[in-house]
């Protein structure tokens, strides 16, 4: 993380440094929570974080993120923002794919608390470094 | 606040509601933290937060911020990020103008703790809602 609070970054630059999907990389640390960013193409899963909300803004392309209690689904096209907030089940999805920028605890898991069976293609991670 | 947290805001149409420069707005909270954009144009003033890093995005235009100890200035394009962290002294500026998004604790004031005399163009706020 050396340098990362004390240099700017480029968005475009960090994005150029990875290719894969639901596999976050901390662009920032501010305070106790993490920026990251992630490249994301198809579904991911079903799951809740108990202990922080999820700050979500879409890059390029297109986000949907569905959710339960009522069963909705949130389209975020690029430029727009959303909070799911703590405790709310929800599964992001891409069909075409997105790059999003998000903002939640540091040791956020990907995956939550609590979430369906993994599908292969999604990483548990608390977010890779850049 | 009702609705920031459960129906997804556009950035674009959010900065469309106000003119105001050195005035955030906030676009989301984040469990404690507030997630908030400002159009800036000219001098901010030398300002520290004793109590929060301050995480910047530029959105568009051209963001300089000027640090102390050592004396240097950081260069933000559009697209690129930055944390100030706590208790560092800074001066944000912009010649052309721009837009930003930060990232800081809920409560945070928009000249810090401690901070030189301030200009009538400087907004004393923790962020206004949208």
């Given at each position: 993380m050396t340098g990362m609070s004390t240099e700017p970054v480029d968005l475009t630059t960090a994005l150029d440094t990875f290719d894969a999907l639901w596999s976050p990389r901390v662009l920032a640390r501010v305070n106790d929570h993490d920026v990251r960013v992630a490249k994301v193409r198809g579904e991911h899963v079903w799951h809740r974080h108990d202990n922080t909300d999820e700050f979500f803004l879409v890059l390029s392309g297109h986000l949907d993120i569905a959710l339960r209690a009522p069963d909705r689904v949130v389209t975020l096209p690029r430029g727009s923002v959303f909070v799911v907030p703590r405790g709310a089940e929800h599964k992001p999805s891409s069909a075409e794919g997105a790059t999003i920028l998000m903002v939640e605890?540091?040791?956020?898991?990907?995956?939550?608390d609590r979430h369906d069976p993994l599908p292969g293609h999604v990483d548990v991670t608390t977010g890779h470094e850049l």
């Amino acid at each position: 993380m050396t340098g990362m609070s004390t240099e700017p970054v480029d968005l475009t630059t960090a994005l150029d440094t990875f290719d894969a999907l639901w596999s976050p990389r901390v662009l920032a640390r501010v305070n106790d929570h993490d920026v990251r960013v992630a490249k994301v193409r198809g579904e991911h899963v079903w799951h809740r974080h108990d202990n922080t909300d999820e700050f979500f803004l879409v890059l390029s392309g297109h986000l949907d993120i569905a959710l339960r209690a009522p069963d909705r689904v949130v389209t975020l096209p690029r430029g727009s923002v959303f909070v799911v907030p703590r405790g709310a089940e929800h599964k992001p999805s891409s069909a075409e794919g997105a790059t999003i920028l998000m903002v939640e605890l540091t040791g956020t898991l990907t995956v939550g608390d609590r979430h369906d069976p993994l599908p292969g293609h999604v990483d548990v991670t608390t977010g890779h470094e850049l």
